[in-house]
């Protein structure tokens, strides 16, 4: 491994055990709601960026996949009991499956008319559910959180522990696919498809290969919200919020590194989170769409373009 | 039976049709291509060359007949298939990865198809890809953005990367458009060291002089049919060709 992933491990481990710390010596739950919506933005983003930035699709079915996985754990709660761990592999799952029929359908569209697509998508599922009754329907459904598992005391604080574990999964995952021949091939197409076809590049497949991908994290990264907040209706799991909020976090982070997407989500997530205690849950979507106005005016690249920019005419100006 | 001499064709396109539409680009076009064969094809514009590329990479579907490389059928292959097979092509406008530096152009091709699948290590990958640079002139460009190139690094380099994809058959579409006479004689030279490597080279150009240097057979397409081939002297003596494409 080189030293570049070494750090990245090391990184990524500092930071599970801070999460886990925390859990264990702050007694406070305010700081686990809010993190752990965070730490979700921060999963969707990434997994977002996967087909969004590197291949150039922008999917607006965010809210699609990211219900699914609300719902898939919901329908498991409610049938078996499903514990969590299996209540988001199944949520990766079904999201993988989702990926690559909605790839299927739609990735043959290219620009403005695959992301219409995405939003059919998201209309078509929500209705489905608000019409299945055994899942609570329009009126939404309760659900009773079991037993918290040690060492946790609170179920707050573990589903804040799993999501950090999403984060470092779907980090190590774009990561990979940033740095490998899949990667190489997804910027190649993004640049220009028929070039790409023409070079050697599988492009159909290799869409659909980050459609896949990108559906089962964002899937997985729902599937704890339905515990998280002991309840579910349609309209809010199938939100268009998550859809535009993941896309401008994403966007004002940059897509062209992976690092990107989780300076976005950390950054607006947490600016979001502030506003809606200091002021009201409403300017924070004012301050998103402000956020992302600017940002695609200034700096189109995001805040990674914002900084290679600054570096590469610092190192001009040394030469 | 085949005869002792003649060699098998490397590409054959049997009754090769394609419709835009009520708009026939190609009608019923068949001509084979020697391996090892430098091939010029030329024609006035709108007579449908760059279609005929575009069927032969595989851009495009086509309405009737068979493309075969290598005696294998690939009438129906996505272009990256029939690129792994051995066809690789330059754009007439460059299509260069924009985003990327010149090295990283040519990394896309070896990843996807020059050696794609074999254990390669990353610096063996390295010294190919800086072997086909320097042979093209661009081993100082390596590791300049593809969108910082002049128009002559730019056909270059999509030479270069056609040639990262290990081919059999290269097409060259009009690689020479718009460069200045000591730029053509460049680029030209090239494509005759690339064909003295077993490659085998079809290149559609209007520069009348380089595809007399270059071809060792010429092709005339005219409104999407063949009105002549032979030798690049005898196309140029055919009466039609005079009429339809040289104007005299």
Not at chain 2, 178 to 192: H, I, R, T
Not at chain 2, 221 to 233: N, Q, V, Y
């Amino acid at each position: 491994m080189k030293l570049n992933g070494i750090l990245f491990w090391i990184g990524a481990l500092l930071f599970l055990a801070a999460a886990l710390l925390m859990t264990q010596v702050i007694g406070n739950q305010y700081p686990f709601f809010a993190g752990y919506v965070i730490l979700q933005f921060i999963v969707l983003a990434v997994a977002w960026s996967i087909l969004g930035g590197y291949a150039g699709y922008v999917n607006f079915g965010t809210s699609a996949f990211f219900g699914m996985g609300v719902y898939a754990s919901v329908f498991l709660v409610k049938a078996f009991g499903a514990p969590l761990a299996v209540q988001i592999a199944t949520a990766a799952a079904i999201g993988a499956l989702m990926g690559f029929a909605l790839g299927l359908l739609t990735l043959r569209m290219q620009g403005i008319f695959f992301s219409i697509a995405t939003i059919a998508l998201t209309i078509i599922i929500e209705t489905a559910v608000t019409n299945w009754r055994y899942v609570g329907g329009a009126a939404g459904i309760q659900i009773q959180r079991p037993e918290v598992t040690e060492p946790f005391e609170n179920y707050v604080q573990m589903l804040f522990f799993v999501q950090a574990l999403l984060v470092v999964l779907a980090v190590a995952i774009s990561r990979y696919i940033h740095n490998s021949w899949i990667g190489r091939g997804l910027q190649a197409l993004k640049d220009d498809e028929l070039a790409a076809e023409c070079t050697g590049v599988p492009t159909l497949r290799l869409k659909l290969l980050a459609c896949v991908i990108s559906g089962a994290l964002m899937c997985a990264a729902g599937a704890p919200a339905a515990m998280y907040l002991q309840y579910a209706d349609p309209s809010s799991a199938f939100n268009l919020t998550y859809s535009v909020s993941t896309l401008a976090m994403s966007l004002i982070g940059g897509t062209a590194h992976w690092m990107g997407p989780v300076v976005g989500a950390v950054l607006l997530s947490a600016t979001q989170q502030l506003l809606t205690v200091t002021i009201s849950s409403e300017v924070n979507v004012l301050i998103l769409g402000v956020m992302l106005v600017l940002f695609v005016v200034g700096a189109p690249e995001g805040i990674i373009g914002l900084i290679r920019r600054v570096r590469g005419s610092r190192n001009k100006g040394e030469a | 039976m085949m005869h002792p001499e003649t060699k098998a064709p490397l590409l054959r396109i049997s009754a090769l049709t394609k419709r835009f539409g009520g708009f026939t680009a190609l009608d019923n076009v068949s001509v084979d291509i020697r391996p090892g064969e430098r091939f010029g094809l030329i024609g006035p514009n709108g007579s449908g060359k760059t279609t005929l590329i575009n069927c032969i990479s595989g851009a495009f579907r086509t309405e009737a007949g068979t493309v075969m490389f290598r005696d294998e059928d690939i009438t129906g292959l996505r272009p990256h298939i029939r690129t792994r097979r051995g066809i690789a092509r330059s754009f007439q406008i460059p299509r260069p990865f924009k985003s990327m530096t010149v090295a990283e152009n040519l990394m896309v091709a070896l990843d996807f198809a020059g050696g794609a699948g074999e254990h390669v290590s990353a610096a063996q990958r390295r010294d190919t890809m800086m072997s086909i640079l320097t042979r093209m002139g661009l081993a100082s460009k390596a590791d300049v953005s593809a969108m910082k190139l002049s128009q002559v690094e730019l056909r270059k380099m999509e030479l270069a990367r056609a040639m990262a994809t290990h081919p059999k058959l290269l097409i060259s579409d009009e690689a020479m458009a718009g460069l200045s006479s000591s730029e053509v004689d460049e680029v030209l030279d090239l494509l005759m060291s690339l064909a003295d490597q077993d490659i085998t080279i079809i290149m559609i150009e209007h520069i009348m002089q380089a595809v007399m240097r270059f071809s060792d057979r010429v092709m005339c397409l005219d409104a999407g049919r063949i009105i002549a081939i032979g030798t690049p002297s005898e196309v140029m003596a055919n009466q039609r060709v005079q009429e339809a494409y040289l104007g005299t």
